[in-house]
């Protein structure tokens, strides 16, 4: 019986393939040039395929997740690797023209691994931004993805390959990016602290008998869950996306809109939110043009201010919701490029 063999690059025998324990991720990310993205990117997919098979072969229950798992190991040490050379050049204080060659290189380095992890691991994005876009907009699942991505990133800076799996890792950053897109775009009429205290609402009107064929009025409620009637009417008349209601958990009393997160995070949390909101103020915002500047900072509210939605953008510019979007869509886009997310993450270090 012949053994499989797993064919790479340009057609050269790699290594010969039995199961899982036979790929030697680590021998093949150390040989890529990280510039070399699209390269590198068709190589994985074409292990992918081997790899998932010689998967089944092992029984494994979920091939494709245990794909990414292995393949992101070896590409965030080397990210990791990449760093750590950049630490160490900017250690040296009378840098010679040789080395400031070599640091000006591990740069452009250390953002094309950065850019090779967000594409290799864009799927992730997808497949959770779909459990919410089943009944929604263009426009709004747009925003979504583009949140997921940003989550992405965020998972992608603050990972440490030695404490477990990506995958793990960046759900949360993911979720709580994409949930806050989410409730912008199912209550868009409501303001944070009108979400916050929606748990309570939701909970009387329910106690009160909100499915019954006589559900109870909104001052009712409002006497129930101890809030004004406005509020009230606020929530309960608040459009709907059926994703964020599904109930979640062994006692079903939990929806998924109540993981939310509000502002009691934990403080490293609310440190690294703060540091990427500077940086993004000082480094980001001046690659803008005047009107796309304009649209992020009101967008996530960089000035100060709550976050505005993009119709109540479009009235200060007289543009329509969807030609806000396209302006906030290429101010990401601009912010995403190689040159300038680099020069975020390094805090506007050269």
Same mark, same amino acid.
């Given at each position: 019986m012949s053994t499989p063999t797993l064919m790479i690059d340009d057609g050269t025998d790699v290594q010969t393939v039995i199961g899982r324990a036979d790929f030697d991720f680590e021998a093949v990310v150390d040989a890529m040039n990280v510039r070399h993205i699209e390269h590198n990117l068709e190589l994985l997919d074409s292990i992918k395929h081997a790899y998932i098979r010689a998967a089944r072969t092992d029984k494994c229950k979920n091939p494709e997740a245990d794909f990414y798992n292995?393949?992101?190991?070896?590409?965030?040490?080397?990210?990791?690797?990449?760093?750590?050379?950049?630490?160490?050049?900017?250690?040296? =204080?009378?840098?010679?023209?040789?080395?400031?060659? %070599?640091?000006?290189? @591990?740069? *452009? $380095?250390? &953002?094309? #691994?950065?850019?090779?992890?967000?594409?290799?691991?864009?799927?992730?994005?997808?497949?959770?931004?779909?459990?919410?876009?089943?009944?929604?907009?263009?426009?709004?699942?747009?925003?979504?993805?583009?949140?997921?991505?940003?989550?992405?990133?965020?998972?992608?800076?603050?990972?440490?390959?030695?404490?477990?799996?990506?995958? =793990?890792?960046?759900?949360?950053?993911?979720?709580? %990016?994409?949930?806050? @897109?989410? *409730? $912008?775009? &199912?209550? #868009?009429?409501?303001?944070?602290?009108?979400?916050?205290?929606?748990?309570?609402?939701?909970?009387?009107?329910?106690?009160?008998?909100?499915?019954?064929?006589?559900?109870?009025?909104?001052?009712?409620?409002?006497?129930?869950?101890?809030?004004?009637?406005?509020?009230?009417?606020?929530?309960?008349?608040?459009?709907?996306?059926? =994703?964020i209601h599904t109930s979640i958990g062994e006692d079903g009393d939990t929806e998924l809109g109540d993981l939310i997160p509000d502002d009691s995070v934990d403080v490293d949390a609310a440190v690294l939110d703060a540091l990427d909101v500077d940086t993004l103020r000082t480094i980001g915002l001046p690659v803008l043009d005047p009107r796309e500047r304009y649209v992020v900072v009101c967008r996530y509210g960089l000035h100060g201010e709550p976050p505005e939605a993009l119709s109540d953008i479009g009235k200060h510019l007289g543009l329509s919701r969807e030609a806000v979007r396209q302006i906030c869509g290429k101010a990401i886009s601009r912010l995403l490029h190689p040159m300038v997310s680099g020069a975020l993450s390094r805090g506007g270090r050269p």
């Open positions: 292995t393949a992101n190991g070896p590409l965030f040490r080397k990210r990791s690797a990449i760093a750590a050379t950049i630490a160490e050049l900017e250690a040296v =204080s009378d840098r010679s023209d040789e080395e400031e060659d %070599a640091l000006s290189a @591990a740069y *452009r $380095d250390k &953002d094309a #691994a950065t850019e090779l992890l967000v594409k290799f691991n864009y799927g992730m994005t997808r497949n959770y931004v779909r459990r919410f876009t089943s009944n929604t907009s263009k426009e709004d699942s747009a925003d979504m993805q583009a949140a997921a991505v940003v989550g992405l990133m965020h998972a992608i800076s603050t990972f440490d390959p030695d404490k477990g799996r990506f995958g =793990s890792w960046a759900f949360k950053p993911i979720q709580r %990016a994409v949930l806050k @897109a989410v *409730r $912008d775009a &199912d209550f #868009a009429n409501m303001t944070h602290g009108d979400f916050e205290r929606r748990p309570l609402i939701l909970r009387a009107w329910e106690e009160l008998g909100g499915g019954s064929d006589h559900p109870p009025t909104f001052d009712q409620v409002a006497a129930q869950a101890g809030c004004t009637v406005e509020l009230v009417s606020r929530v309960l008349a608040a459009p709907h996306i059926d =994703s």
